[in-house]
């Protein structure tokens, strides 16, 4: 048995062996089932039945013979086994007649994907070779930016679009990084340039909060959002857009076209550059409001320093603006720009950028504005600067530009307090007249301009540049400076009385006086410190009309005056601004002036100044004689007339009120020795002011304004000349013989009295 056993495993198989199956008989085996049937279902054909355990490998009959034993006998296979449960077997009776569209699908699928694939690629490819070194992306503003400083030096505005310089993600403070991630896009660093799970959950918001899956939240990653800002690599030209809005409004267009142009744009960026500069780029280019584009330039416009000092509270504010640059710009509003800080703040802490009590101790001390922000100086002073430049070097730069102002930001807050103080107490709550202001040195130098009761401003009318409005009474010191110019002194006399003048082309036109009155002879000061009217047309008329719309014009009122008799009263319209310029030239002696505020323009990067002083004193007008007897005038109004209102304690002052028909428009306009201000109220429709003159709101207003700005000065006198007493009129021969008589009669008895001791002939 054991011999035999043996030979068994030592013998070679049969061919017989290999023909028939051992099944314990002579005769052909059972034919085998095909392959297919006992094959293991898979993927969604097996979602419902029971999987197959794969069959295990059978051994080769070379393996079978080394290990000393015939090869195992192969055991038929067995038929698939039908999926269990009502549900499986009702799928899979459904489903099997699809099954050859099922595959069809799929082969057509995953060819047309290969396809796209390949096209997205090239795509990607196509636009990785035609992008720059990240050096020519980090700056691209259309414009260029205008700083202004005041007379100090200090900065106090600016314009155009801000770029502070260049930062990047190794320079810039972490906070400022770390924020501007956990805000925008917290998987920056692990995904390719685009956030299937970002695309979905806006989609997911967008939905719920009842908008297109599309609009609202877009869901883009920070590359994305670095492709809109350099509008794909397209730049900007004039012949292809009407204007820079135009090509903005194209570059942030929304279509779904476009956002899949945006994503192969940021999967060729995030092959050709790193994360850290992919960030570089967005924080340079990125607008932060107010004007400041890049975090340098929004950290110095907002917190006076360089972005690699910016606190966790101050990186949140930066960072909270991306969304929505202009309304969230502390600027505008400064506490829902904290309060999105806050929220920024605490996304930080979620992500592990903060702790807990780090970010308690930032909330508790949000970040705030700089004084030179906070301020918002001088917003009338800046736009009037900039309408004054030529436009290469203003509102059309492309280059950064430095321009020093006249401006006083001392005086810039006295006139503004000023304005606020009197409208809150001596105006009735709720009108709707406005007022300018204009303070200015001798020489013309703009201290300080309010262009409107909404003092924090800019680009908006300017009432104290743009306004022409009727003078009135204001312009009566030509009148007389053009008569004192003549030779007229301010003691010689004028018959205030009824008084009509035949005006071809309109009839007999009869001026009057304010009061109604007449005061009979009266001097010229007189007639100016009462602003008579009567007075001041007699001696427009005795003068000539012709040379006292020269001398106004010479001092600077540039505007077409009026051609008739009214022209003393102030029917000629003129800007607050250039009445003030004419009031400084009777100061400064009787020289032209023509106001400015640009003391210097250079560009940042050059040493040597482009543009001087853009105005100043000009050529004589009136004898420095006449100018100040005309002071010694304009003083009595204040201290004794029609500006008693205006009186500063301490100091001398002049000017003079003015008010127009109907009360239009009222003005005070006067100075010190030191400085020239301006004031108007009225409004914008030419409503009449009810119960307001030039003497009342405006001269209070002017009073306001020049205390504050006279505080810590020492008192100067006015250049002023009081008129020399004129010479007793000469009298008639006889009535000088008829005074002489009884004189003469007493000498000559004198004479005969010393002949008779004397003796003579």
């Known amino acids: 048995m054991a011999q035999g056993s043996g030979s068994r495993s030592g013998r070679r198989p049969l061919v017989a062996d290999k023909r028939y199956a051992k099944t314990g008989g002579r005769g052909p085996a059972k034919k085998p089932a095909k392959k297919t049937a006992g094959k293991p279902k898979s993927g969604f ?14 051994s080769t009959q070379a393996q079978a013979q080394m290990k000393g034993r ?15 449960g009502l549900l499986g077997r009702f799928v899979s009776t459904v489903l099997a007649p699809f099954r050859w569209l099922l595959r069809l699908i799929w082969g057509f699928t995953w060819r047309v994907g290969m396809i796209c694939l390949a096209l997205v690629a090239l795509a990607v490819g196509y636009q990785y070779v035609n992008l720059p070194e990240v ?13 202004m400083l005041d007379r100090d030096g200090a900065v106090f505005a600016w314009r155009g679009d801000q770029f502070g310089g260049v930062v990047t993600a190794d320079t810039v403070s972490p906070h400022l990084k770390n924020a501007i991630v956990a805000t925008e896009d917290k998987r920056f660093y692990r995904h390719f340039g685009i956030s299937p799970r970002g695309v979905a959950s806006a989609v997911r918001i967008n939905l719920s909060e009842g908008r297109g899956p599309l609009s609202g939240h877009g869901g883009s990653t920070i590359t994305q959002q670095t492709a809109k800002l350099l509008c794909l ?133 949000p970040a705030g504005l700089s004084p030179a922000a906070a301020a918002r100086a001088g917003g009338y002073f800046a736009d009037w600067v900039m309408d004054s430049v030529p436009d290469y070097f203003g509102a059309q730069t492309t280059e950064d530009v430095v321009i020093r102002t006249t401006m006083d930001q001392r005086l810039q807050k006295a ?7 009197v409208f809150e107490n001596k105006v009735r709550e709720g009108s709707k007249a406005q007022a300018a202001i204009v303070v200015m040195s001798a020489d013309g130098a703009v201290r300080a301009m309010v262009g409107g009761r909404a003092t924090r401003v800019s680009g908006v009318f300017n009432r ?23 030779g007229y002194s301010p003691l010689d006399k004028v018959l205030d009385a009824e008084y009509c003048l035949n005006v071809p082309g309109s009839g007999e036109w009869c001026p009057k006086n304010y009061t109604r009155k007449y005061y009979g002879e009266i001097t010229l000061t007189q007639a100016l410190r009462d602003s008579l009217n009567v007075p001041a047309v007699k001696m427009s008329e005795a003068v000539g009309r012709d040379l006292v719309r020269r001398v106004a014009s010479d001092f600077g009122i540039d505007n ?5 008799p009214a022209l003393a009263l102030g029917a000629s319209e003129s800007t607050l601004l250039e009445m003030s310029g004419a009031y400084a030239g009777i100061l400064n002696g009787g020289s032209s002036v023509t106001p400015y505020g640009v003391s210097e323009l250079r560009m940042v990067r050059d040493d040597a100044p482009l543009l001087g002083r853009s105005g100043g004193m000009g050529e004589r007008v009136i004898r420095t004689e006449a100018a100040q007897q005309l002071v010694w005038m304009m003083e009595k109004v204040i201290s004794e007339g029609t500006g008693r209102r205006a009186q500063i304690p301490g100091w001398q002052a002049a000017g003079k009120s003015g008010t127009t028909q109907a009360a239009r428009d009222a003005w005070f306009i006067g100075f010190t020795a030191d400085y020239v201000a301006g004031v108007w109220m009225g409004y914008d429709d030419n409503t009449p002011l009810s119960g307001v003159t030039g003497g009342g709101l405006p001269a209070e207003i002017w009073q306001e304004t020049m205390v504050r700005v006279h505080e810590g000065l020492t008192p100067k006198p006015l250049p002023m000349l009081a008129p020399k007493p ?8 006889a009535q000088r013989q008829e005074r002489r008589r009884p004189g003469r009669e007493l000498g000559r008895t004198i004479d005969g009295v010393l002949r008779g001791i004397f003796g003579g002939n």
């Open 45 to 58: 054909f097996n979602l419902f039945g029971r999987k197959s355990r794969p069959k295990p490998k059978a």
């Open 70 to 84: 015939r090869p195992a006998k192969k055991s038929a296979k067995r038929a698939p086994r039908k999926p269990r």
């Open 135 to 147: 050096s020519a992306l980090l700056d691209g503003r259309a414009r260029g930016s205008v700083t």
């Open 233 to 365: 690599g397209r730049v900007y030209d004039a012949s292809e857009w009407e204007s820079e809005a135009a090509y903005e409004k194209d570059c942030r267009q929304g279509a779904l076209w476009r956002k899949a142009t945006e994503a192969i744009y940021a999967m060729a960026m995030e092959t050709k550059y790193s994360k850290d500069e992919i960030l570089s780029i967005y924080m340079n280019r990125a607008y932060m409001g107010g004007g400041a584009y890049g975090a340098e330039a929004a950290a110095q416009r907002y917190f006076g320093k360089s972005a690699i000092s910016l606190r966790a509270a101050e990186g949140a504010m930066l960072a909270g603006l991306l969304t929505a640059p202009s309304s969230l710009a502390p600027t505008n509003n400064l506490k829902r720009s904290q309060d999105r800080a806050a929220t920024v703040l605490r996304l930080m802490q979620e992500q592990g950028y903060l702790s807990a009590a780090e970010t308690q101790a930032e909330q508790n001390n």
């Open 415 to 421: 006139a503004e307090e000023a304005l606020s103080y």
């Open 464 to 486: 104290a540049t743009q306004a022409k409005r009727q003078t009135g009474s204001a312009f009566k010191p030509f009148v007389y400076a053009t008569a004192l110019e003549l």
């Open 560 to 564: 077409a005056m009026a051609e008739g």
């Open 726 to 733: 004129l010479a007793p009129p000469v009298e008639p021969r």
